[in-house]
């Protein structure tokens, strides 16, 4: 199955997002810097375990090394 063009530059996006939220920039500054809305950077912090209601955040490469690509997978369902 082949992905188009399009499909593969917002996986991309999302993963540009992730790694900046990572390095602990903000999910405002994030926003402001892709020219997106709040609530897809938050979606991804949430899915990439920096957000979460009953724990402390999690960094990205900590939670990639528990859950192997189960983030990655997720990003993909993240729609702009």
Known sequence: ??????????EL???????ELDQGKST????EKFGIKLL???AIAKIIGLISRKQKPLRA?????QNGKFWLEE???VKL
């Not at 996006?13 to 790694?19: M, R, S, T």
């Not at 405002?28 to 926003?31: F, S, T």
């Open 1 to 10: 199955m082949s992905s188009s063009p399009d499909q593969i530059k917002e």
């Open 13 to 19: 996006l999302h993963i540009e997002i992730a790694v």
């Open 28 to 31: 405002n500054e994030v926003a």
């Open 40 to 42: 897809v950077v938050k």
């Open 61 to 65: 490469d900590v939670f990639l090394k």
């Open 75 to 77: 990003l993909k369902q």
